[in-house]
């Protein structure tokens, strides 16, 4: 009898790619001279099980591979050799090997082994006593290498500039290895109307004749691996050797063999180097994790304990319902209902527990990630993780992963000092990342803290004069300032790295948070360092709303949006360009939008003076919602109107009220761009320059 053993791959990837996430974890705890045993056998047999998982069920790429590595660490663990930096240099490296190969297979593709057999080399040269003097010796460049050239295809995925990349710098950075010849691809830009600013539309072909290694030019676009797709080809038929990174996996139904002229949905022209490609492993990974959660059993066993109340409540209210109607058995049906209505919200509760994970998640890539990033800029960095522990929406986790490595990122190329400045401002050469997460009422704070140099407010306000963001004779307070550095477009950065400084940024980073229902915010004292404080809801799919009555509709304001409601003053009402009312609140003029106008409802209260203005903000620009009236506030449970029905502009999503009627959710920052105040391209609002007139 045979045994068919792929119905086991799931559990073998799944305790893999723990694995490897222990094995990163010890590494990084390695310290070369000072090495723990217990820390190197714990890698060790993480190792070792991946090779025999992988060995019993046929995945001889990953067990051959995994066999020199474990031998490596073998020797270290008997005493036979000694740890060195470029072994765990080497090691981590690895990791990253081991993470692609099985993602590959774990998405059922031909992995690309590239990458594998150049560390195994490395690795056999070290195991037959040809030990390298550190790793930047082992990857640089043979003297007397001929040079080649490599055919890259460079499209980057639409958000690409959200994530705080800019393609302009890669191409910068690529012509420093060579002689670089660029063809770019403009067919994808819409008509204006369609055009979006914070949108790549560009792609690039490009060929470069270097005598640096493949492994330079994957360096360059070693940020953006998950957010575009990028095929290396050596030119002149010499390997087939065709290295693709894409973040946009085939659906199942379509997967096939494809030739290289069809990767990138770029036309390619065939060459003899073209080799098949497919869908790209680390999408294949992110699509595993995003649709996969672990549950500890009691969590599980809560759930059953209150599925068993509600089957006895269930049954003790049907029992009721057969009797006759009488004094005693309406008094029990009364309290049937109320412990049914108690069973219901400790479902609830403990149904939202389950999606709840601990935020260590989302900290436990930042150790390599500040160790990599530290290397680069020389800089001697200690992070601390406080409150890991701590608990929140699993969607939540997953949207804010991104703007969290770049305020990272951010302090540690612009926060922290040198170790040499350091030492001069009397600070310990260490500077000190702090990564701190804790619940506050029915939020989750999230703090990024650095003791470096601080926000440089001089440098900051003299920017913004010469952007136009702000007049010299402008008075602002220091948090004001601080504040500048949320501005689009901003930066100080007097050189673009490809760690920070591209002028797409901070105020992406506050927009991702926005649109969670979040806030983020600095502070900063010169020479002490600064602290960026994230506030998020703990779950997306609840939401505290205020109900809103505009004509016979019943419409749901988040009431994290609302600054405040008020009635309005009909003297304080001027009219602008294009009949916009605006309402002067004591130093503001608030734009006044009729929601009955917006969602083309007829019957609803038209007189200023009779109803009631619901002042929102989003995007930092306030407006105000006119409506008929407010009606209570309550939490709501968010049904997904795109995945049932379809997306409508200035709705978020759906919810169920309790007498069973459907009410929409109103997105702010939607409801703006419905309206047609925000100018096209830019984060203003048309009638800014209106509203200057008035208060002039």
């Known amino acids: 009898m045979s045994i068919d053993l792929s119905q086991f791959f799931d559990v073998f990837f799944e305790e893999s790619f723990e694995g490897l996430d222990i094995m990163e974890a010890e590494l990084l705890n390695l310290q070369p001279g000072h090495e723990d045993s217990e820390t190197i056998n714990t890698i060790f047999r993480a190792a070792h099980s991946i090779k025999g998982g992988s060995g019993t069920f046929g995945f001889t790429s990953v067990a051959n591979f995994t066999h020199v590595l474990e031998t490596l660490l073998d020797q270290i663990r008997d005493g036979r050799r000694q740890l060195t930096a470029e072994h765990v240099n080497l090691l981590l490296q690895s990791v990253d090997c081991l993470r692609a190969l099985l993602t590959a297979l774990q998405a059922e593709e031909e992995p690309d082994l590239s990458n594998a057999n150049e560390l195994k080399v490395k690795f056999e040269e070290i195991l037959g006593g040809k030990e390298s003097v550190s790793s930047d010796t082992a990857d640089s460049i043979p003297q007397g290498q001929e040079s080649q050239t490599y055919q890259i295809d460079f499209k980057p995925l639409p958000h690409l500039f959200k994530t705080g990349n800019e393609p302009l710098y890669m191409l910068s950075e690529l012509s420093e290895l060579g002689d670089l010849e660029t063809h770019a691809f403009c067919d994808a830009i819409p008509e204006i109307d369609d055009f979006n600013p914070e949108d790549c539309y560009l792609s690039w072909r490009l060929y470069l004749t270097t005598s640096h290694p493949e492994s330079a030019i994957k360096e360059v676009f070693e940020w953006v691996e998950d957010d575009a797709e990028i095929s290396i080809t050596l030119c002149g038929g010499l390997f087939e050797d065709d290295v693709s990174v894409s973040t946009t996996p085939e659906p199942e139904s379509e997967k096939k063999e494809t030739s290289s002229n069809d990767t990138q ?6 060459t003899p180097s073209a080799t098949a490609t497919k869908a790209k492993p680390e ?13 500890g059993i009691d969590k599980v066993d809560s759930l059953i304990n209150m599925v068993g109340e509600l089957v006895i409540t269930q049954a003790m209210l049907t029992q009721l319902g057969e009797q006759e109607p009488t004094e005693n058995t309406l008094a029990a049906m009364q309290e049937g209902l109320a412990q049914l209505a108690h069973n219901t919200r400790d479902l609830q509760e403990n149904v939202m527990r389950i999606r709840m994970l601990p935020i260590s998640f989302v900290f436990s890539r930042f150790p390599r990630l500040v160790r990599d990033t530290s290397q680069k800029l020389n800089k001697q960095v200690e992070l601390k993780l406080l409150g890991e522990q701590t608990e929140l929406d699993k969607t939540v986790m997953e949207k804010i992963s991104d703007p969290m490595v770049h305020l990272v990122r951010n302090s540690l190329d612009h926060g922290l000092e040198t170790p040499e400045d350091r030492i001069k401002a009397g600070k310990d050469p260490v500077g000190t990342v702090t990564l701190n997460a804790f619940h506050q009422g029915g939020n989750i704070v999230i703090e990024i803290m650095d003791d470096g140099r601080g926000l440089n407010t001089e440098k900051i306000k003299s920017k913004a ?4 963001l702000i007049q010299a004779t402008d008075e602002l307070t220091i948090e004001e300032v601080n504040e500048l550095i949320f501005r689009p477009g901003f930066s100080t950065a007097d050189e673009v790295s490809d760690i920070s400084g591209r002028g797409v940024g901070m105020d992406v980073v506050r927009r991702n948070i926005q649109a969670l229902n979040g806030s983020v915010e600095v ?5 002490v360092g600064s602290t960026f404080t994230i506030r998020l809801p703990l779950t997306l799919a609840i939401l505290d709303g205020q109900l809103v009555k505009v004509a016979k509709h019943t419409y749901i304001i988040p009431l994290i949006s609302i600054v405040e409601s008020l009635q309005i003053d009909i003297k304080k009402v001027s009219k602008v360009g294009n009949g916009l009312e605006v309402l002067r609140l004591r130093d503001e003029y608030i734009p006044i939008l009729r929601l009955y106008q917006l969602f ?8 200023l003076d009779k109803t009631l203005l619901v002042v929102v903000e989003s995007d930092n620009h306030k ?21 049932n029905y379809q997306k409508v502009n200035g ?6 009220l309790g007498d069973g009627r459907v009410s929409l959710i109103v997105d702010i920052s939607g409801l703006i761009k419905l309206s047609g105040l925000k100018r096209p391209g830019t984060q203003e609002l048309l009638v800014e320059q209106e509203l200057d007139e008035v208060v002039s």
């Open 523 to 527: 502070t900063s004292a010169k020479g």
């Open 283 to 295: 999408a294949s990974k992110k699509s595993a994790e995003s649709t996969s959660i672990r549950v």
């Open 265 to 270: 949905n770029i036309d390619v022209p065939k």
């Open 465 to 468: 004069i010469a952007n136009g």
């Open 651 to 656: 709705i978020s999503g759906a919810t169920i």
């Open 600 to 607: 083309n409802h007829g019957g609803a209260i038209e007189e």
């Open 623 to 643: 407006v105000g919602l006119l409506v008929d009236d407010l009606l209570a506030q309550q939490q709501v449970v968010i049904k997904s109107l795109e995945a």
